[in-house]
Nanobody, 128 residues
């Protein structure tokens, strides 16, 4: 079965760190752009960070630049989240798409795009 599975969410105090993982089964990321999105209660889903495996492009939302780092292997993408803030609290989803051109395109427009695959999400809660 082709799917994406997120893990690594949890409860952390402000200033702490978490590392999220997005693991693919049934395919590899070679020809894909992979992105992390998040949705907080009452808010729209937003692009957080993306990586283009075929061109090496990356994207970070302004709100996470300097705090979050995206990296990965052929089947797993990681999101290292440092200096977490209460406003980072959300359900984090990963997505994969083979037709979006690069990481920036996915990051800016991906929440409105019909991605090839979405994971089911992992909850991150940052307490103040």
């Amino acid at each position: 079965e082709v799917q994406l599975v997120e893990s690594g969410g949890g409860l952390v105090q402000a200033g702490g760190s978490l590392r999220l993982s997005c693991t693919a089964s049934g395919f590899t990321f070679d020809d894909y752009v992979i992105g992390w999105f998040r949705q907080a209660p009452g808010k729209e889903r937003e692009g957080v960070s993306c990586i283009g495996y075929f061109d090496g492009s990356t994207y970070y939302a302004d709100s996470v630049k300097g705090r979050f780092t995206i990296s990965g292997t052929k089947t797993t993408v990681y999101l290292q989240m440092n200096s977490l803030k209460p406003e980072d609290t959300a359900v984090y989803y990963c997505a994969a798409d083979s037709s979006l051109g690069n990481a920036q395109t996915m990051g800016i427009f991906g929440q409105h795009y019909a991605m090839d695959y979405w994971g089911k999400g992992t909850l991150v809660t940052v307490s103040s």
